[in-house]
């Protein structure tokens, strides 16, 4: 299935968009931490539309890279880095206001990150029901923050997405608690808005997805060229959204509506 991933800048300034050969799914330029070895695969044994729910669900399985013990473990060391930043800032972590900041600081951002904790069948469970349906579904407006991965500050915009379901429909709720996951991860939007759109299809197999993203960056509004009200739209289309020019304008006439 073919991908389209559009980007446009409001603002008239460049966007670093950093390396694009990154895995689908994966982080951190495509290494994935703790991932087991892939097991040898054989010949695909389905090469139509739908793949195997075990295949599937095997595949999100192996997208968790850190865990609650992980966390644990490593507050200490990562608290300590904060405090070496503290120090590098000609602050003094001993004073008053910042004696607890590293803790705060280490825990704030394990939170901020905390979609490596989760995968995508942790979320779907019994959340995907056979209805014979075929109209399309739209969710927009899903409120998304995300980290640079370049400057480790925030991304805040929203989230739309549609799709044409195959005899199969997801709890709505879901499509929102997949923004979460993926966008809680150290991020470039580019790939977040792939991801989103894969995961949905990986879950559902639609005919189609459509996913468009709008958000802000603060490494442009807070540093760098300082632009206030720029923005950044991404779009991925997938299936019948990226084949039918009318299935296509029809999900952007809904999200604009």
């Known amino acids: 299935m073919e991908h389209s991933n559009h980007t446009a800048f409001t603002s008239n300034d460049k966007k670093d968009t950093g390396d694009t050969t990154l895995a689908l799914n994966g982080h951190f330029d495509g290494v994935v931490i703790k991932r087991p070895p892939a097991a040898p695969q054989g010949p ?60 705060r600081a280490a825990t704030a951002m394990q939170f901020f990150t905390k979609g490596y904790q989760e995968t995508i069948i942790d979320v779907l469970n019994d959340a995907i029901f056979d209805e014979d349906h075929d109209e399309m579904v739209i969710v927009k407006d899903i409120d998304v923050f995300s980290m640079c991965e370049h400057h480790l500050v925030p991304i805040i915009g929203r989230v739309h997405i549609g799709y044409l379901p195959n005899k199969r ?25 792939k991801q989103i759109a894969v995961a949905i299809t990986e879950a559902l197999q639609p005919t189609g997805v459509g996913v468009i993203i709008e958000a802000t960056h603060m490494c442009m509004v807070m540093r760098g060229v300082q632009k206030m009200n720029s923005k950044t739209i991404t779009s991925t289309m997938l299936g019948v959204f990226r084949e039918d020019p009318k299935t296509r304008d029809e999900f952007l006439t809904l999200v604009r509506s």
């Open 169 to 193: 429909v997801l709890g709505l709720s879901k499509l929102a608690r997949i923004v979460e996951i993926y966008s809680r991860r150290l991020q470039v939007q580019e790939r977040l808005t």
């Open 44 to 103: 695909p044994a389905d090469t139509g539309s739908h793949r195997s729910a075990a295949s599937v669900t095997e595949g999100w399985r192996e997208e968790r890279t850190r865990s609650l013990e992980d966390n644990e473990e490593s507050l200490p060391s990562l608290a300590a880095a904060y405090t070496t930043i503290l120090r590098g800032l000609g602050e003094d972590p001993h004073r008053q206001g910042l004696v607890k900041t590293p803790w």
